[in-house]
């Protein structure tokens, strides 16, 4: 895939995300391709690629990018089977280290979803927390976007604290819940 996108085939992502159409296993498929690709464009570019030809995928990712966002979205969002949701968290969670920032500034349901559906799951527990802390040590781009993610980020520890607290109510012993 480095090899022939974007120059031989700019429409890959665009393919990718609508061939997620097809079927549970096909989508499950190419939710770890975009992982991958994820991965190899924006990790390990530097010890793999040019920096030119490292910067031509993370611009091609990038301006292509709404449309894997808002598959993730639906994904996490509407009920789907476990190793569906698996991997489509763990795609999300690589992108969260890289993802624009307007994205997580966006009113997206992906916090409440996160914060809500995948903390209280406990087979999902893990990627719902490391996502969310992905997304909690975003800084915000400037300073005319700083009430925006000082208002999110209040959401963001609203919604965690209040799941917590269905599993960890205030008067608990702690001691006693983990023996």
Known sequence: IKQEWPANWPMLIQEIVQSCQQSRSVCENNMRILQLLSEEVFDFSGESMTAEKAKVLKESFNSQFESVFRLCLTIITTPQEKQLLTATLNTLLRFLTWL????????????????????????????????????????????????????????????????????????????????
Request: with cysteine; proline share 9%; aromatic share 8%.
């Open 100 to 179: 624009p920032t307007g994205y997580l500034m966006l009113d997206t349901p992906l916090v409440a979803t996160l914060g809500t559906r995948y903390l209280a799951e406990p087979v999902f527990r893990n990627l719902a927390i490391q996502c969310l802390t992905e997304i909690a040590s975003v800084d915000p781009p400037g300073p005319e976007h700083e009430a925006v993610f000082v208002a999110s980020s209040r959401a963001l520890l609203s919604t965690v604290v209040g799941t917590l607290q269905a599993f960890f109510p205030v008067n608990a012993d702690l001691s006693q819940l983990f023996q």
